[in-house]
């Protein structure tokens, strides 16, 4: 056994670590750890504006199939918050809206996720961001 | 909407497939279950000694040789990293194994402790490899040795730690290799008996072959067109639902080894320790 496999022995001892201490969100770190190569947890990824606009389509659909085939209620709900929140991050930081949902279903999902005690506070600056966009604009 | 956002051709047809409106997405019915599928139950480090101590069990055989098989590799380990030669390393293995293992001794120690069997195991390794050096020497032992105290047994006693603790790491890595092999096989079961072949061949092909042997992660579009799924999204996704599988499995099987109810983030955390910068 080299150090290099000593070394990648760490990783599945800190998914046990990450499993016993943040369930909850560890789903969704994993799910943009494993799609975009560069980010390493899903508050960075969807708060930040070097996230690309490709990044947040992805981070999107991602989300979106988690939505769908989430093993667990709770996995579902996570996922349909980030899908809401990606569309959100792409529309803050990129000006761009990435869904053909109406302009009246974006303001409502938003106006929830800003109000969810669940998702961490960088989140809900972002659905609060978009949401002062959106009313800039009308 | 104004003009200046664009939707992607792509976005549009992701969306046309969507079922229902966007706040709609936000409420997920109650009463679904919400647990992940449990890790499959397996006997656990203290039930399987304690069927080994009962002599009427019908298993009691079997237990034997599963925890001489998960252990020995680790004991082994320790005493051949202790400055052994393989054929001695062999002798006291199988030595420590039948006369102290499954002698009743530790075995019995460790039902009533119900302590940490990591150190448990480790500390009766070292105790008897000590009882091993002391018989040797007992036999050789000549005035010219020099007094205790004197800078030579010091020095010698410094380089005993040093091999000491050469050989507890040894240990550590054999133990946790074995844990995170037994994991593997236990959720590779797992998942396959639920009918998730595919989410173990993801997993097993992104994460845990490059972790384990530094193996190319397989790229997502040649795992999608292998199972047939819908690209990245989907392949992503059934990645995580067989890493937190297997995580919980690992986690389960490091709580297996503590007395009952004790936080297992100290084991963890001395456990990655244990495997170096």
């Known amino acids: 056994m080299n150090d290099s496999t000593q070394t990648g022995m760490k990783q599945p001892i800190e998914w046990a670590m990450e499993t016993d201490v943040d369930p909850f969100f560890m789903l969704a770190n994993w799910l943009v750890r494993d799609a975009l190569e560069e980010k390493t947890d899903a508050v960075t990824a969807l708060t930040s504006a070097e996230t690309t606009l490709d990044e947040f389509r992805t981070l999107k659909r991602v989300f979106k199939q988690l939505r769908v085939q989430g093993e667990t209620v709770s996995d579902r709900r996570l996922g349909a918050r980030l899908y809401a929140i990606s ?23 938003f106006t ?13 600056a972002v659905a609060e961001r978009a949401l002062e966009r959106m009313s800039r604009e009308d | 909407m104004a003009e200046k956002h664009t939707i992607s051709d792509k976005d549009q047809i992701q969306e046309a497939s969507q079922e229902r409106p966007l706040d709609d997405w936000l409420k997920i019915p109650e009463g679904e279950g919400d647990q992940p599928a449990n890790p499959s139950t397996t006997a656990t480090c203290w039930t399987m000694i304690g069927d080994a101590l009962n002599e009427n069990s019908p298993t009691t055989k079997g237990s034997r040789e599963e925890l001489t098989r998960r252990y020995w590799p680790a004991i082994f380990a320790f005493i051949r990293a202790s400055g052994r030669s393989v054929a001695v390393a062999e002798d006291l293995t199988q030595g420590f194994i039948c006369d102290v293992f499954l002698g009743r001794d530790l075995l019995s ?4 402790a119900r302590g940490r069997f990591r150190s448990l195991l480790l500390s009766s390794v070292r105790n008897y490899l000590a009882d091993d050096y002391r018989k040797q020497t007992t036999k050789r032992r000549s005035p010219e040795s020099g007094p205790p105290g004197s800078l030579d047994a010091h020095y010698a006693m ?21 844990l995170i092999l037994r994991s593997s096989e236990e959720t590779k079961a797992a998942l396959i008996a639920n009918g998730q072949g595919a989410h173990w061949d993801i997993f097993k092909h992104r994460v845990l072959d490059p972790c384990l042997t530094g193996a190319k992660p397989v790229p997502h579009e040649e795992l999608s067109a292998k ?18 599988r297997f995580a919980r499995t690992l986690l389960l099987n490091v ?15 001395e456990l990655f320790k244990a495997l170096g910068n």
Do not use: C
């Open chain 2, 227 to 244: 199972w047939n799924l819908n690209g990245l999204p989907q392949v992503s996704n059934y990645l995580v639902t067989a890493k937190r």
């Open chain 1, 112 to 124: 929830d996720l800003r109000n969810d005690t669940q998702l961490p506070g960088p989140l809900h």
């Open chain 2, 109 to 112: 120690k460790a039902e009533e």
């Open chain 2, 255 to 269: 709580r297996d080894t503590l007395p009952e109810n004790q936080d297992p983030s100290l084991e963890l955390r």
């Open chain 2, 158 to 178: 410094e380089m005993a730690d040093q091999a000491n603790l050469t050989a507890e790491s040894a240990f550590n890595i054999r133990w946790i290799d074995e």
């Open chain 1, 87 to 109: 569309i959100a991050g792409a529309f803050v930081f990129h000006d761009r809206i990435i869904t053909t949902q109406s302009r009246e279903r974006l303001i409502r999902a």
